[in-house]
T-cell receptor, first 112, second 114 residues
Framework: SAVISQKPSRDICQRGTSLTIQCQVDSQVTMMFWYRQQPGQSLTLIAT?????????ESGFVIDKFPISRPNLTFSTLTVSNMSPEDSSIYLC?????????FGQGTRLTVV | GENVEQHPSTLSVQEGDSAVIKCTYSDSASNYFPWYKQELGKRPQLIIDIRSNVGEKKDQRIAVTLNKTAKHFSLHITETQPEDSAVYFCAARRNTGTASKLTFGTGTRLQVTL
């Protein structure tokens, strides 16, 4: 199993600003994943973060808007840049150990 | 890419009754199918999963069935209890070692009434 600490748990931000979300895992993992869950919706993968290489972004998500860092095998950050109210969502990081995927507790972002 | 459809979007059952949630997937190479339960304000938690070499798996009141030919899989909850009330997501992926890129269904909000 994996224990994931994600912070902040929630934030209210002004439009036009940026927020960086941190994800810390209690074990070394090759890949870390960032998801977005809009209110009442499913989880949509934003990007996959590998240590030592650039993140791989899914269709509809770009690095300028969601820059990701992966400095080591236990930590990653996701930045939501130049925020607008449409960015209000829950953002979750996830790691896999074997087959199972584990999730952080999520960051509830509200952009006003 | 993979596309996972899930039905129904909402489901209301009486306590003690059974609940069934169905998913279909598009990528014939997918071979791992987990189900997640997400309670309000909490993170998704794995409740059961099935691999493509198995047609059915059961864990107490929860079971999952898989039909690879038809590309659909289902979650069955028997003897439902109020604490089963939550949103349930199915997912699918190609199992590539420790990679866990999952494609999720749209979710089913299950309400168990007394």
């Amino acid at each position: 199993s994996a224990v994931i600490s994600q912070k902040p748990s929630r934030d209210i931000c002004q439009r036009g600003t940026s927020l960086t979300i941190q994800c810390q895992v209690d074990s070394q993992v090759t890949m870390m994943f960032w998801y977005r869950q809009q209110p009442g919706q499913s989880l949509t993968l934003i990007a996959t973060a590998n240590q030592g290489s650039e993140a791989t972004y899914e269709s509809g998500f770009v690095i300028d808007k969601f820059p990701i860092s992966r400095p080591n095998l236990t930590f990653s950050t996701l930045t939501v840049s130049n925020m607008s109210p449409e960015d209000s969502s829950i953002y979750l990081c996830s790691v896999g150990t074997g087959a199972e995927a584990f999730f952080g507790q999520g960051t509830r972002l509200t952009v006003v | 890419g993979e596309n996972v459809e899930q039905h129904p979007s909402t489901l209301s059952v009486q306590e003690g009754d059974s609940a069934v949630i169905k998913c279909t997937y598009s990528d014939s190479a997918s071979n791992y199918f987990p189900w997640y339960k997400q309670e309000l304000g909490k993170r998704p938690q794995l409740i059961i999963d099935i691999r493509s070499n198995v047609g059915e798996k059961k864990d107490q009141r929860i079971a999952v069935t898989l039909n690879k030919t038809a590309k659909h899989f289902s979650l069955h909850i028997t003897e439902t209890q109020p604490e089963d009330s939550a949103v349930y997501f199915c997912a699918a992926r190609r199992n590539t070692g420790t990679a866990s890129k999952l494609t999720f269904g749209t979710g089913t909000r299950l309400q168990v009434t007394l």
